[in-house]
């Protein structure tokens, strides 16, 4: 049986007329696969009205509450789209999280993916032709319902491509594939033809919003080919997945950029063992995740810590650090929300250098300074003043060359 899996997310599924063009390329999938698996997103916007619903009822709502709540979004998306395709002669139903059932962890708002009953969705597929899946809701073992984050339909869809062995887990969105930057700011960005799954992982955390981390990391993890499509065009997109030689030989692959950062200086923290344990082990706790990390040297066993998080956390973080610097004997806190970071991605820096080199000499020719550096073996991320932003992915996409025609 070839199964193929297509994720339509919430601007594909917001109006009568946008799931008819899905019902389109449901019954074109028909054409190239024996069956079709479709995930739904909630409809744009919806997710956000009910999240503003649980604010007016609670001050602080329950999470496991919240994810019976949101969750009803796909639920709606789902049922009315099954509705469409049964109306066009398409044998099809519906399938919840839990009816499958897609098991999660605890984890409520932001679970992950334990196992999925794969012989019982082929037996559903013996009976239906298209089966019509609400994405980003599962359900732990005792059949708590649960939601994997935002953006978690992209990974209800990879899950369910790698456990049905589908041929390619198709992902159409309202963009037409992976560009090598954000073509808003860059008129010359260039969309891909194919991407590697370390190159996608990385534009997925450094800002870039077209595929949902977790799944680029479940994609890679089980080889899935996850082709990035328009619902509301047919160009053939961007498919993600396994590097070749053709990938290494370019230099930079994209550039992404992220304003949701937050950077955080403690000044005069002594400079003795167990000093950065102190700091960044409470933020753990909470659950604050840490980006960039930079120790400046020691003076007079005095040094200063700086590090960056999402402006989200940044509340809770500084009434964290000012516990924390209290108890270190740290001088004082500051923080500076104007920044944002640019990341130059590529798998072809392994086998090149000068890299970090170029990129820190074009922005320094247009006097942007750098704040603070990261670097992977396919990533370099700068940390600048966010009024740059824009210049500055102007600037590297030009420095590598990205709005060139790859051969």
Known sequence: MKILVQKFGGTSVATLECMRKVREKVADGLKRADKVVAVLSARAGDTNNLLDLAGQWSKDPDRAECDVLVSTGEQVSASLFAMLLKDGGIKARSLLGWQIPLITDAGFGRARVRSIDSDALRGFLEEYDVLVVAGFQGCTEDKRITTLGRGGSDTSAVALAAVLGSVECEIYTDVDGVYTTDPNICSSARKMDRIAYNEMLEMASMGAKVLHIRSVEFAQKYKVPVRVRSTFNDDPGTLVTQEDSSMEALLVSGIAYDRDQARVTLHGVPDVPGV????????????????????????????????????????????????????????????????????????????????????????????????????????????????????????????????????
């Open 276 to 407: 950065a344990a102190a700091v960044f082990g409470p933020l753990s706790e909470k659950g604050v995740l840490v980006d960039m990390i930079v120790q400046n040297t020691s003076l007079d066993g005095l040094t200063d810590i700086t590090f960056t998080i999402s402006r989200k956390d940044l509340k809770s973080t500084l009434g964290i650090m000012a516990e924390t610097a209290s108890n270190i004997g740290a001088a004082e806190v500051v923080h500076d929300v104007n920044v944002a970071k640019v990341s130059a991605i590529g798998v072809g820096m392994r086998n090149h250098s000068g890299v970090a080199a170029r990129a820190f000499a074009a922005l320094t020719q247009e006097g942007i300074n750098i704040l603070m550096i990261s670097t992977s073996e396919i990533k370099i991320a700068i940390l600048i003043q966010e009024k740059y932003v824009e210049l500055a992915v102007r600037i590297l996409h030009d420095t590598f060359g990205l709005d060139w025609d790859v051969v």
